[in-house]
């Protein structure tokens, strides 16, 4: 689903064409990686700080902005 939704994306020239599933897998890692770490440790034992409430949003944020085709710029 991630990988079709990427493609039209892609298609519509939203997202840099990277490869649909680059795109997909870095997409997929980065919010991976987040809840991850949120299950892993809890907010009690998170690695450095407790997690900001809006980790994941921003994570994702980040990544998105990175594959846009405008470089994130509008």
Excluded: N
């Excluded at 493609?7 to 870095?26: F, K, N, S, Y």
């Excluded at 440790?41 to 994570?59: I, S, T």
Aim: no cysteine; charged share 20%.
């Amino acid at each position: 689903m991630l990988r079709e939704a990427v493609e039209q994306a892609i298609a519509q020239g939203r997202l840099r064409d990277i490869g649909a599933a680059t795109a997909a897998q870095v997409l997929w890692s980065a919010i991976h990686g987040a809840t991850s770490l949120i299950v892993t440790f809890g907010p009690d034992k998170f690695p450095v700080d407790p997690p900001a409430p809006d980790l994941v949003e921003q994570v994702m944020a980040v990544a998105m902005r990175g594959l846009l085709a405008d470089g994130g710029k509008g």
